[in-house]
């Protein structure tokens, strides 16, 4: 069984940064990774993602301010976020799954198998 941990949300004024982190158990094979997000009344949306291959994909609106990466050594998937606009408020999820998605997938949130909790993130401006 995958366990997915997020952490690093909070709140923080527009125009500042957010580093999220997603430790990931229980399983050490390379897989498709994401982070989704939920704001209130909205439906759950792919921010970002990345396959084995290293292949990213980004939500148009984050493009250029948020940047996704992990760290294989430490089984940790990260998301830095830059220039923060209150838009960007909402609970942020990792998402894994053991398929090697191609990247125009990436963001369909029905291919991800395994999530974590979520953690809020608030940008006030």
């Known amino acids: 069984q995958v366990h997915l941990v997020e952490s690093g949300g909070g709140a923080v004024q527009a125009g500042g940064s957010l580093r999220l982190s997603c430790v990931v158990s229980g399983y050490t094979s390379r897989y498709s990774m994401a982070w989704f997000r939920q704001a209130p009344g909205k439906e759950r949306e792919g921010v970002a993602a990345?396959?084995?291959?290293?292949?990213?994909l980004y939500l148009v609106s984050v493009k250029g301010r948020f940047t996704i990466s992990q760290d294989n050594a430490k089984n940790t998937l990260y998301l830095q976020m830059n220039s923060l606009k209150s838009e960007d408020t909402a609970i942020y999820y990792c998402a894994a799954t053991n398929v090697n998605l191609m990247t125009w997938d990436l963001l369909v949130r029905s291919h991800y198998s395994f999530w974590g909790q979520g953690t809020q993130v608030t940008v006030s401006s």
């Open positions: 990345i396959n084995r291959g290293g292949s990213t």
